[in-house]
């Protein structure tokens, strides 16, 4: 690495770095003037956010409370069991690294079976 990346300020995602949209949980722009605080990052959220507030009423479900397809569950919970086995193989594998090159595998392996929760949204079927 060169001296300007050895200098170079590393940023890191915090988890209250703002308001998140109440649908998704992205991260919302800063506000700029006055007016109402925004809740939803666009309108697919905030219509998204609607439907569902209509159907669990429906149900007659409180706001806390939500439905989810069983089979997406089982997904979370499968990838879920990857992660915490990526992280114990990675706990294992870095008490025996000696290079950078373990290390990066390391954490390649253990980036790999994040990113596929990185990326989950429920419902991930969509709502209809």
């Known amino acids: 690495m060169g001296a300007a990346g050895a200098d170079a300020k590393r940023e890191f995602t915090k988890s209250g770095d703002g308001p998140r949209c109440r649908w998704c949980g992205r ?4 506000r700029s003037g006055p007016g109402r605080r925004r809740e939803f990052c666009g309108d697919s959220c905030r219509q998204l956010d609607y439907q569902n507030r209509r159907r669990t009423a429906d149900a ?3 706001d806390d409370q939500v439905i989810v397809a069983r089979a997406e569950i089982d997904a979370l919970h499968d990838q879920l069991y ?3 086995a990526a992280v114990e ?11 950078v090159a373990d290390h990066r595998e390391a954490v390649e392996h253990l980036l790999e079976a ?15």
């Open 27 to 30: 991260l919302l722009p800063p």
């Open 60 to 62: 007659g479900l409180g």
């Open 82 to 84: 990857l992660l915490a």
């Open 89 to 99: 193989d990675v706990d294992h594998d870095l008490t025996d690294a000696r290079t």
């Open 114 to 128: 994040a990113r596929p929760l990185a990326a989950v949204r429920f419902p991930a079927s969509g709502v209809t």
